[in-house]
């Protein structure tokens, strides 16, 4: 028994269609230009992220508590690790909040 096509053929629009061949992912022209973001505290040159620091754990925790992930903070891998430590121990002694109610 043949198999229907599973293309444009079929009446409905592709994902194709007016994307330029990218499918639902978007990405128009200048998507893959954008600036990357560096590390603030390789920046400043912190190699310890103290935990007491409320100040500077809050910029990486927005107001619905969740922990910021490296592509939207900007920060290296050593320092988002240094970060989710800090960030944990904070919370765990009452100094920043789990979530929001």
Do not use: W
């Amino acid at each position: 028994m043949p198999r229907p096509s599973r293309g444009s053929d079929q009446g409905g629009r592709s994902d194709r269609d007016d994307k330029g061949g990218r499918g639902m992912r978007g990405g128009g022209m200048g998507a893959g230009m954008r600036r990357r973001r560096s590390c603030r505290l390789c920046a400043e040159k912190i190699d310890y992220v103290d935990f007491k620091d409320v100040k500077l754990l809050q910029s990486f925790v927005p107001e619905r508590g969740k922990i910021m992930p490296r592509r939207i903070s900007g920060s290296c891998a050593l320092h988002q690790r240094k970060l989710n430590e800090a960030i944990k121990r904070a919370r765990n002694i009452a100094l920043l909040p789990y979530t929001t109610t």
